[in-house]
């Protein structure tokens, strides 16, 4: 099936620091999302792009959809402690009517204070 | 509360038994998704329901089954169980699939099931 390379796989930072995170697929996708778990919860959606190219932020979050259509990055700007968790990028194939969503392996974010 | 309902929360079983987990979706959602999540692991896709049917399979083991019910509740059973089915399963829900734009998935908090 589908694969979605995400990278890094894990991250520890020091409180304040930016953070940049990628993912990657072999395959043309019409939506870009990314999403953050918390320890024990269910992901939490952060950012959705919709637009090749599209550029879109969430307070300390900026979120990029790639030219290609096939990668997507999520910069954190200003890490604190709180943005301790999982991010996982998501996306919907181009084409796909049937709503599944391919999710990357996740990149586990630790942030020193 | 993100408007989907998962439960148990917590589920403490033996090998070989069977259990079953729910799932409410958020109001106005028709399809309903199920996710392994394994220690250290990503979301293990495992099964997709709009409307009541099936519309995709993942990763799921036969000894595994579910179905979505005329109300949009759907439930999740696993038989047999081994230890390594221990793990989080979470439910998602999302709007109709009809429609070109996708506006994401709304997880639940998860049903953490361990086998002892």
């Known amino acids: 099936g589908q694969q979605l390379n995400q990278s890094p796989q894990s991250m520890f930072i020091q409180e304040g620091e930016d953070v940049s995170m990628n993912c990657t697929s072999s395959s043309i996708f019409n939506t870009w999302l990314w999403y953050k778990q918390d320890p ?7 950012i959705a792009l919709y637009k090749a190219g599209e550029l879109t932020s969430n307070g300390r979050l900026t979120a990029q959809f790639g030219i290609t259509r096939k990668d997507s990055f999520l910069n954190i ?13 998501a996306g919907q194939m181009r084409g796909s009517t049937l709503g599944r969503l391919y999710f990357g392996r996740g990149t586990q974010l ?3 204070p | 509360d993100s408007g989907v309902t998962q439960t148990p929360k917590h589920l403490i079983t033996a090998t070989g038994q069977r259990v079953t987990l729910r799932c409410s ?26 409307n009541g049917e099936e519309r995709a399979k993942g990763n799921i083991l ?7 019910f005329p109300d949009l509740h759907s439930e999740l059973n696993l038989s047999s169980l081994e230890l390594g089915d221990s793990a989080l399963y979470f439910c998602a829900s999302s709007v109709s699939t009809r429609t070109g ?8 908090s998860g049903t953490r099931l361990t086998v002892v």
């Open chain 1, 110 to 112: 630790t942030v020193w």
């Open chain 2, 101 to 108: 734009a996708h506006y994401g998935y709304t997880f639940g």
């Open chain 2, 25 to 50: 979706p958020r109001s106005g959602d028709l399809s309903v998704y199920w996710y392994q999540q394994s220690l250290d692991q990503g979301l293990q896709f495992l099964i997709q329901y709009y």
């Open chain 2, 62 to 68: 036969e000894r595994f089954s579910a179905q979505q």
């Open chain 1, 77 to 89: 700007s200003a890490s604190i402690p709180s943005d301790v968790g999982i991010y996982f990028c």
């Open chain 1, 40 to 46: 024990g919860e269910g992901p939490v959606l952060l």
